[in-house]
């Protein structure tokens, strides 16, 4: 039984060209997503953890396989829900920009942090904006499969730096496609998940 769904995607396969190819779409989140969903749902049948929330599980599970599988389908999850078509001048507003501003200094200040930590995470991993236990905004790192959710954290937006992300449209390099990013990002889904 199918107990964790694929996310549905709320736009084409094409809508993110020309920042996300509707090639890479179609590995990402296609063939790549779809194994983890597919994993861990295998992985809990039978077990404890059958019938428990995807969130739930990425916070319960035993490290390994089972902690890898539901980790990615959550940070998959996060990351295609939180994009839309590119818009050069793309900016937060209202509450979200309110509060960046409160916890960076600018957004400017806060793109450079956030890419920094994208770029600098060696191998395989995602970076990170989330909400502390007191509301206070931080950038973390993610090798793997993590998920900030794991450590306390609430997940507002995510950035995979995983070579699948961003290969077939950047090759190596990951900080023009980290740069273009900001382009897709819907910051209105990002200030919805702020508590
Ligand atoms: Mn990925």
């Known amino acids: 039984m199918m107990n964790i769904p694929m996310p549905v995607l709320p736009y084409a396969p094409n809508a993110l060209e020309p920042v996300i190819s509707e ?17 861990i749902n295998k992985l809990v049948e039978g077990t404890e953890f059958a019938g428990k929330s995807l969130e739930e599980l ?7 396989p089972m902690y890898n599988n539901a980790g990615q389908a959550l940070n998959h999850k996060l990351y295609f829900l939180q994009f839309r ?5 793309n900016a937060p507003m209202g ?13 400017e200040a806060f793109k450079e942090q ?17 909400q ?15 998920n900030p959710s794991r450590s306390g954290l609430n997940p507002l937006m995510g950035i995979d730096v995983w070579e ?3 290969y077939l449209d950047y090759q190596n390099r990951r900080a023009d496609h980290v740069e273009a990013v900001w382009e897709l990002i819907d910051w ?6 702020m508590k």
Do not use: C, M
Not at 58 to 64: A, D, H, M
Not at 85 to 89: A, E, I, L, V
Not at 188 to 193: G, L, P
């Open 132 to 146: 502390d236990g007191s509301g206070k905004l931080v950038i973390t790192k993610e090798p793997n499969g993590g």
């Open 58 to 64: 990425v916070r319960t599970v035993p490290e390994g």
């Open 164 to 166: 699948h992300a961003y």
């Open 95 to 107: 509450r979200i920009a309110a509060t960046i501003d409160a916890n960076f200094g600018s957004f």
């Open 188 to 193: 209105e889904v990002v200030e919805s998940r």
């Open 114 to 130: 956030f890419a920094q930590a994208a770029i600098s995470l060696f191998g395989s991993g995602w970076a990170w904006l989330s």
């Open 85 to 89: 078509s590119p818009r050069k001048d």
């Open 23 to 39: 090639q890479t779409i179609s590995f990402h989140y296609g063939k790549h997503l779809q194994g983890y969903v597919n994993t």
